[in-house]
């Protein structure tokens, strides 16, 4: 019901930026939960961040809370993550996902919809 395209992954110097975009199609995007997730080779699929359907309420993972920050803009059925202060660990495929659901979940579980990915590098 929904398709999902992330964009804006690159290889950057640690301590840069980067603005990944995750484009929805198929369905009222505003009807949807949005997340990140990320997968560096050999590791599990990691929990990112998460953002409710209006934007009102956001979840994020440890290890990037102070740095990234989730947006979205329904309007353009669009979820962004921005990421500032990049860490060398923070390298891997970022994949935006998405579920119909009544909170924010942090499991990749719960999530129906998937990205083809985007590659995400941070060099040292």
């Known amino acids: 019901q929904v398709q999902l395209v992330e964009s804006g992954g690159g290889l950057v110097q640690a301590g840069g930026s980067l603005r990944l975009s995750c484009a929805a199609s198929g369905r009222t995007f505003s009807n949807y939960y949005a997340g990140w997730f990320r997968q560096a080779p050999g590791k599990e699929r990691e929990f990112v961040s998460a953002i409710n359907r209006s934007g009102s309420s956001t979840s994020y993972a440890d290890s990037v809370k102070g740095r990234f920050t989730i947006s979205r803009d329904n309007a353009k059925n669009t979820v962004y993550l921005q990421m500032n202060s990049l860490k060398p660990e923070d390298t891997a495929v970022y994949y935006c996902?998405?579920?119909?659901?009544?909170?924010?979940?942090?499991?990749?579980?719960?999530?129906?919809?998937w990205g083809q990915g985007t590659q995400v590098t941070v060099s040292a």
């Open positions: 996902a998405a579920y119909s659901g009544i909170k924010v979940l942090t499991t990749s579980r719960a999530y129906n919809y």
